[in-house]
């Protein structure tokens, strides 16, 4: 299975990543914990928690909280495939998750990542 390679690998080493994109772009590595926050319904304490636990990216989504009502408005492409549009459960949380980020690093307004109902 393609994803087994990721879903394996800890949570701990993808983070730092994110925040260095964020970060590169100048932006706020604050708006990529909201968006994490938000998309799991981890809190500050809870996500540092599941850094230190050296979780992988399979325990760090089952153990989400809970998974945000409205990551299924969460739409577009990432890695050149639709969101949208990928079966696996578990891969989809990753990559609305990939999607959230790309989008706090180009610097779109925290209520449109949010997916802000009007």
Known sequence: MAGERLYKMPFSKIY?????KVD?????VDDLDKVIYWLTGYDEASL????????????FFDQAPEINPSASLITGVIC?????????PLMQKI??????VDEV????KME???RKQK
Do not use: F, M, S, W
């Open 16 to 20: 730092p990543l994110y925040v260095q």
């Open 24 to 28: 590169r772009k100048n932006q706020n």
């Open 48 to 59: 540092q928690k599941q850094i230190d636990k050296n979780v992988t990216l399979t325990e």
């Open 80 to 88: 050149g495939v639709r969101v949208e549009n990928i079966e696996d």
């Open 95 to 100: 990559r609305y998750l990939d999607k959230l």
């Open 105 to 108: 690093a180009k610097g779109k």
């Open 112 to 114: 449109n990542i949010l």
